[in-house]
């Protein structure tokens, strides 16, 4: 590019609406997800080139750098703030990281005070931060000692400022820390802040989503992550759909829903995965529309089959579809005791989200998806014990057999 196209990519992430720092971290953040591109490639004439203030998949092409005491003057003001630590992605300020000493009495406290005074949200009748710097944040994190807790700029509150405690895809045993047990500082930036993690967490593992009038930013937790990671895993290397499938456990209220959400973004930028087919499946309406609402905040539309000649219509072909249906949809009233299914994809590259399967797995109706997909991959997501699945998969087992005659 020209020194004039660079100004132009430049002027692009750094035209800003009138102070608003949501609004501008949200487009932000899509800007560097899905890029920009310039009039025209001058050495080529390639017309509308894209040009990437990010390269996810080459990870020797960004530049990672920390920056301890970084001086940021508060505009309207001669005073200036000093974040403890503030990491740069290609010269992006993406992540903040503040530091207390256990001799204050709140240390958490104190730093997350003090990520809200740097961020101007305290207040707006006193000076005292740089919103500007803020508008590139994806990452807020508060440290004192052995404790790390990581938020985002809609983050308030200590209790919803969590720990990372998983290094994945390291171990705990790959951290060196002599003799004793690598702490939650050592964990978290193992996890959060290596080059690869944390490319990741900004392409997959960040979004904007409603709550009721409220706008909140998330970053997915380490289990999510882990999770995730694993299932693609199983996805590329299983040889089976049974070697491909499994059972992800949460507890109640963990996120399963955007645990899906962030599945189905890893597998639409995966070039071995993005032809899937996937299919959502529940059994109650709420769960249906929970599903159904945190998908609009990944940029992906979801077919609802509400019926089952939606279902019928939606099911064949290869067309890499999100779907989303009841499990009673797969049930033939026309047909004595609800009678197997035809089969309608025989497809490998379709995966089957089951959330609650503790619940929807087990039934005639779930012989039915079976007998409609019979290569599909199943993914269930319960918060029922395991034990309790086993002996459930053990009665679906009988039930499947029973229907189909053998």
């Not at 590019?1 to 992430?13: G, S, V």
């Not at 290596?194 to 930013?217: E, H, R, V």
């Not at 709420?286 to 089952?308: M, P």
């Not at 395991?386 to 053998?406: D, F, T, V």
Request: net charge neutral.
């Amino acid at each position: 590019m020209e020194p004039d196209q660079i100004e132009e990519a430049i002027r692009t992430l750094t035209t800003y609406s009138a102070g608003n720092l949501l609004e501008n971290n949200k487009n932000i953040l899509e800007l560097l997800l899905h890029n920009t591109s310039v009039h025209e490639n001058r050495q080529t004439g390639q017309k509308s080139p894209t040009v990437k203030y990010i390269d996810f998949e080459n990870l020797e092409n960004n530049s990672f750098i920390a920056v301890s005491q970084f001086k940021v003057r508060i505009l309207g003001t001669e005073n200036h703030i000093y974040p403890d630590i503030t990491l740069f992605l290609n010269g992006l300020p993406v992540a903040i990281i503040e530091a207390k000493s256990p001799k204050v009495k709140d240390p958490m406290g104190e730093a997350i005070e003090q990520l809200m005074r740097y961020s101007q949200q305290r207040t707006d009748e006193v000076l005292e931060g740089n919103k500007e710097l803020f508008y590139f944040n994806q990452i807020m994190v508060a440290t004192c000692r052995d404790t790390a807790k990581f938020g985002t700029i809609t983050t308030r509150a200590e209790k919803h400022f969590y720990r990372w405690t998983d290094p994945y895809p390291l171990t705990v045993d790959d951290l060196t820390t002599g003799s004793s047990a690598p702490n939650d500082q050592q964990r978290l930036v193992a996890g959060m802040f290596s080059q690869q993690n944390l490319l990741d967490i900004l392409k997959s593992f960040t979004l904007f989503m409603t709550l009721g009038s409220n706008t909140i930013k998330v970053v997915g937790r380490y289990q999510q992550f882990r999770a995730v990671k694993m299932i693609l895993q199983r996805l590329k290397n299983g040889q089976s759909p049974k070697e491909r499938g499994g059972i992800v456990w949460h507890t109640q209220g963990s996120g399963k829903s955007l645990t899906m959400m962030f599945l189905v973004r890893e597998m639409k930028q995966d070039e071995e995965l993005k032809q899937w087919k996937i299919l959502f499946v529940t059994d109650r309406t709420d769960l249906e529309e929970q599903l159904s609402g945190t998908s609009d905040t990944i940029g992906y539309s979801v077919k609802v089959a509400d019926r089952i000649r939606k279902l019928k219509t939606y099911l064949p072909g290869d067309s890499a579809d999100l779907i989303m249906a009841m499990i009673h949809k797969f049930q033939e009233k026309a047909e004595v005791n609800y009678g197997i299914m035809e089969e309608l994809n025989a497809s490998h590259k379709i995966l089957i989200m089951t959330d609650e399967a503790h619940r929807t797995q087990y039934s005639i109706m779930a012989a039915n998806l079976q007998k409609a997909m019979p290569n599909a991959t199943h993914i269930g997501f319960t918060g029922t014990p395991i034990e309790k699945n086993r002996k459930a998969l053990w009665r679906l087992y009988r039930q499947i057999h029973h229907a189909s005659g053998h």
